[in-house]
């Protein structure tokens, strides 16, 4: 107990829980990271009050900004459970420059939000390379970011993520196009696995089976359960951005997430349009084969969950659907014709603009 008059010693932002040492432990680890992703317009260090680019120097003459911000939602537990952090980043990259090369944009820029109850920089810096490796991945630079060191808000070494990307596209090439009509095809291209959605509900159905993250995948052999599950999210900015430059018969890209098909697609299509899928085309991987399995998860909550195996969907002019198939293929790609966009108005059920016919191998 104090006793009067006795001045009660002063207390440090460390005893607070918040290792300023730490944070600059990290940044020093992570700068040969950050250098890596430099390219053409961003060539400064971090470390300044805000990141800089030159689109003059990026080669654009009259561009469009095009931006988007994501997460990883909840398979950053699986990472924070298991230890295992080098893919998270990736995703985090992914989920944010496929939504701007869905827009005909390319990805000049990004920057992270790193938060977490106690400042690890080992594993800050483990995340923050898989983030420059997706920066790399799709030709963006990592310019700058945070990280904050927030604990009675995060417990221990939880931690979560966010991301900004920042792209550009010249100003008459934007997409979706708007003309887009009904018989324009529809292309669906692979997926690596979950990606970034619907781990809420993976957990769920692992939970169930009472199998152990370190567990042999019953889906993938020569990989453990949280090995499998935490394959990262394709970035299909390369691919698509080549075959988008080779063929001007691209009208549309829909990226497969939150919402799944029947949400996502509707997306990029114009008012009274719908798309006609055909199950039975979808190349279903085998872990979803085993979430509905163990899950008992019925098919339609498959397709509004997760993206079954094909991640991106494109939207081809009808006349010339072979074009941009043989463009595809030749970006690296292994297109799936997937069915058409239809009038809308054929479509049964209030408000539903995808109309599926097949079923899924699941």
């Known amino acids: 107990m104090k006793k009067p008059g006795e001045k009660t010693a002063g207390l440090t932002y460390s005893q607070a829980g918040v290792d300023i040492d730490a944070g600059a432990r990290m940044v020093d680890l992570i700068k040969p990271?950050?250098?890596?992703t430099r390219r053409?317009?961003?060539d400064a260090e971090i470390g300044g009050f805000g990141g800089l680019f030159d689109l003059k120097a990026a080669g654009f003459s009259d561009p469009i900004l095009v931006a988007a911000n994501d997460g990883v939602g909840t398979k950053v537990k699986i990472a924070v459970e298991t230890g295992i952090h080098g893919t998270v980043g990736?995703?985090?990259?992914a989920m944010c420059v496929n939504d701007l090369v869905v827009q005909g944009a390319e990805p000049l820029f990004f920057?992270?939000?790193f938060a977490t109850g106690k400042l690890n920089p080992e594993t800050g810096s483990e995340i923050v390379k898989g983030i420059a490796a997706g920066c790399l991945e799709a030709g963006a630079a990592l310019i700058g970011g945070e990280t904050a060191e927030m604990p009675g808000v995060y417990q221990g070494g939880d931690y979560d993520l966010a991301g900004f990307a920042v792209g550009a596209a010249e100003r008459g090439d934007l997409l979706p196009r708007r003309d887009i009509s009904a018989g324009d095809v529809l292309f669906g291209l692979p997926s690596s696995g979950v990606h970034s959605n619907g781990f809420s509900l993976v957990r769920k159905i692992v939970e169930?089976?009472?199998l152990k993250w370190t567990d042999p995948a019953p889906f993938a052999p020569g990989k453990s359960l949280a090995e499998a599950l935490l394959e990262p999210t394709r970035i299909y900015v390369k691919p698509l951005l080549t075959a988008l430059r080779k063929t001007q018969a691209i009208k549309a890209f829909a990226h497969i997430t939150g919402g799944g098909f029947p949400e996502n697609i509707p997306r990029v299509l114009p008012?009274?349009?719908?798309?006609?899928?055909h199950l039975d085309a979808i190349p279903v991987l085998p872990v979803f084969k085993w979430l509905a399995a163990e899950g008992g998860v019925v098919e339609r909550e498959m397709l509004r969950t997760f993206n079954c195996g094909i991640g991106m969907i494109v939207v081809a002019e009808f006349s010339r659907a072979a074009e941009v198939e043989e463009a595809l293929h030749e970006s690296g790609e292994?297109?799936?014709r997937l069915g058409h966009v239809i009038a809308a108005q054929g479509i049964a059920g209030m408000g539903e603009r995808v109309a599926f016919d097949g079923k899924l191998a699941l």
Request: proline share 4%; no cysteine; charged share 20%.
């Open 33 to 36: 990271l950050v250098r890596a």
């Open 90 to 93: 990736i995703d985090l990259v």
């Open 208 to 210: 169930r089976t009472q």
């Open 271 to 277: 008012a009274g349009l719908g798309a006609q899928v």
């Open 111 to 113: 920057l992270d939000y």
């Open 334 to 336: 292994a297109p799936a």
């Open 40 to 42: 053409r317009g961003a």
